[in-house]
């Protein structure tokens, strides 16, 4: 679970960062987000990014977190020594080293006075050759595995596209008197900003998907006894695979409009049934869903809804193993609104002696999240109509 927790804040992470750098404009507190970022997520006590410059044939450290004053700015690596930073360099592979592969670097000064003993280099590539080097650092030994690898390494990627755009932005400006040339570069640059956009939001996906993945491989070790691990681990997957269908459906729109929540539901519903069916085989799921299309993020509160109702509703509403459930989605009656329900006819519950059902307290947080409205109704089984304003 540890592991599962890592990749999934090491993903919203890099999800993050590149909503961010993609924003801002200043190259400088790209690299220092950048930086900060990688040291908190892997653990370590340092991290620093290296430019190369042609003219001198240095890595130059231009960005660092936790160094003494005077190291980043003024410190470099010459590429004709040997170093980490200029094997990364060279090879354009990870290149990690501990305190025995000391004496087989040569290693700045301040790596000393700082008492490093652990570091890991990825190459940041670039559109006409490669940017530099990230690194981290550490004060321990430290062995990285190929998970802090294959972070770094898909961290240096997004960053380097992240810094090519920011580079383009500051070419920018300095042509504006350049009309004709300045509306093609916008142009260029909003393409590449929506390619990159596409790029984090597949990867993103893509690791989603390992992630239930491993969670479904888990459950299925546990054998059919519906323990607090078991149940916890099925819930766990359905939220993760309810974010994944989010971003199937943010690639096939580009992210610009909104998304098809019908297609959306109906990924996800029968996801749902997977994971839920085998052990209801007796429970009828009716749908009725509408073309209705809503943004990224009250589609994905949408879905987290949807999943967590229809996830009680097969949990909890029917001891005896048989019944339905009702899911709809279409336009309230109200203007400029969207209504989700969810109703079985299970034995219902109590909810102010706080049954089963705690995932009703989640619900209504995210109902005022997007500031909808819920009516709960317990008259032959369970009723829940949540209004979504459009």
Not at 10 to 37: H, M, P, T, V, Y
Not at 42 to 71: H, M, N, P, Q
């Amino acid at each position: 679970m540890k592991d599962i927790e890592k990749l999934l804040r090491q993903q919203a992470a890099i999800a993050e960062f590149g909503s961010f750098a993609f924003g801002e404009k200043e190259l400088s507190k790209i690299l220092d987000r950048a930086c900060k970022l990688c040291a908190d997520l892997l653990g370590v006590e340092f991290s620093k990014i290296c430019e190369y410059r042609k003219a001198t044939k240095r890595l130059v450290v231009v960005a660092g977190y936790g160094w003494r004053d005077g190291v980043v700015g003024y410190t470099y690596s010459d590429t004709d020594k040997t170093s980490p930073q200029v094997c990364a360099f060279d090879s354009l592979q990870p290149v990690m080293t501990t305190v025995k592969d000391l004496k087989s670097f040569a290693f700045p000064l301040f790596y000393a006075q700082h008492r490093v003993i652990s570091t890991l280099d990825v190459v940041i590539k670039g559109k006409h050759g490669p940017f530099g080097v990230l690194e981290i650092d550490s004060l321990s030994k430290r062995e990285f595995d190929t998970y802090d690898v294959a972070f770094l390494t898909s961290f240096s990627n997004i960053l380097a596209e992240a810094i090519n755009s920011a580079k383009k932005t500051r070419s920018l400006k300095n042509s504006i008197k350049r009309r004709d040339q300045l509306i093609r570069e916008k142009n260029e640059l909003i393409e590449q900003k929506t390619l990159l956009a596409a790029e984090v939001h597949h990867r993103v996906r893509n690791n989603l998907q390992i992630i239930h993945g491993m969670l479904v491989s888990r459950i299925g070790e546990l054998g059919p006894d519906q323990d607090v691990s078991h149940v916890t681990l099925r819930k766990i997957a359905s939220r993760v695979m309810a974010m994944a269908h989010v971003y199937d459906q943010l690639l096939v729109s580009g992210g610009e409009q909104g998304i098809s929540v019908s297609t959306y539901l109906d990924a996800l519903i029968g996801e749902i049934f997977e994971i839920y069916g085998a052990l209801r085989p007796k429970v009828t799921l009716v749908k009725s869903l509408e073309d209705i299309e809503l943004n990224l993020d009250r589609a994905s509160v949408l879905g987290l809804i949807a999943t967590e109702l229809l996830t009680n509703a097969y949990m909890h509403a029917f001891p005896g193993g048989f019944g339905e459930i009702e899911i709809s989605f279409k336009k309230a009656p109200r203007r400029h609104a969207a209504q989700l329900t969810v109703r079985d006819n299970g034995i219902g519950f109590d909810e102010l002696k706080q049954s089963k059902r705690t995932g009703v307290k989640l619900v209504k947080m995210l109902v005022r999240q997007i500031e909808g409205e819920i009516k709960i109704s317990v008259k032959n089984g369970a009723s829940f109509v949540v209004d979504i304003p459009l």
